[in-house]
């Protein structure tokens, strides 16, 4: 399975040019894809979603700052560099308000947009999102010491790089909790991905954990979020546990949860038609 040939356009920013995906009706209902940190890219994220929603919606999906099509890039891209490129694509395709879908890092800017900018989100879908998580003491002290060091978040991440059984192994026991219909592929990709942009954690994961509490936390104003929300979560999720994503649905007012059974963490690619149905129904009810 070749590549998506997705229409791409691009938005320059201070820290280098922005690669975003627009594909669908150009007056149709428009909805935001943002992609997970790491190992990853709108195109791996959302090759199976992307083609669906385009049917009868206008999918813009920007690749983050140092991934996909959006390398390279100068210096970090934390979390307000995040944000400031979520704002910058929906303003490049002229969009006041949209729908927004993200996916672990994704999730974690979709609930700050949804949060700092109200306006901007008409209903949102989180996917095992970040940004909602803690850890106990000395563990997140390690955790915290493990995103200082260059040797434990890039260097060793890094020993994958064209070695297709240790990135076999981690797309079937990090990403998946069970057999993808295109689990080869997701290798091919992410085996890609590596070689082109690294293999090592984000910026924004990277600087989301402080040394003695997270700096990125949404969990105290996930309340102020007021458009309709949809939580997915993988019940066998390694990286985020689903009993965090179970609390963070619990604090959002009339958000719905769906706990996929025998799912890992990147459902979208595991259990791509489920997920699109789900995805898909959500975004179109209450519609004519």
């Not at 192994?169 to 082109?196: I, K, N």
């Not at 929300?229 to 949860?257: H, M, S």
Request: charged share 20%; net charge negative.
């Amino acid at each position: 399975m070749s590549a998506p040939d997705f229409h791409r356009e691009h938005v320059d920013l201070p820290g280098g040019r922005l690669s975003v995906i627009v594909e669908g009706p150009e007056n149709a209902p428009p909805v935001l894809l943002l992609s997970g940190g790491g190992v990853d890219s709108a195109t791996m994220s959302w090759r199976h979603l992307i083609p669906d929603l385009a049917r009868d919606h206008r999918v813009i999906a920007p690749d983050w700052p140092k991934q996909g099509q959006s390398a390279p890039w100068e210096g970090l891209a934390g979390h307000a560099v995040l944000q400031d490129c979520v704002l910058a694509a929906l303003d490049h395709v002229g969009i006041e308000r949209a729908a927004v879908v993200g996916m672990s890092q994704g999730g974690a800017m979709t609930l700050a947009t949804a949060i700092d900018h109200p306006d901007r989100v008409e209903r949102l879908v989180a996917i095992a999102p970040g940004g909602v998580l803690s850890f106990p003491p000395v563990y997140h002290q390690l955790l915290w010491l493990v995103s200082r060091s260059r040797l434990l978040n890039t260097t060793l991440p890094g020993m994958m790089v064209g070695d297709r059984k240790r990135v076999e192994s981690f797309v079937r026991t990090g990403l998946f909790a069970g057999p993808a219909p295109d689990q080869e592929q997701v290798v091919d990709e992410v085996m890609a991905e590596m070689d082109a942009n690294g293999a090592g954690s984000s910026d924004w994961q990277n600087a989301s954990i402080g040394p003695w509490r997270m700096n990125v936390d949404l969990r105290p104003r996930l309340g102020e979020i007021g458009c309709p929300a949809l939580f997915i979560q993988g019940d066998r999720d390694r990286g985020v546990k689903p009993a965090i994503t179970v609390a963070a649905a619990q604090a959002v007012a009339g958000a719905r949860l769906e706990l996929l059974a025998g799912q890992g963490h990147w459902v979208n690619r595991q259990s791509p038609a489920r997920v699109n149905r789900l995805v898909r129904d959500f975004l179109t009810e209450g519609g004519d």
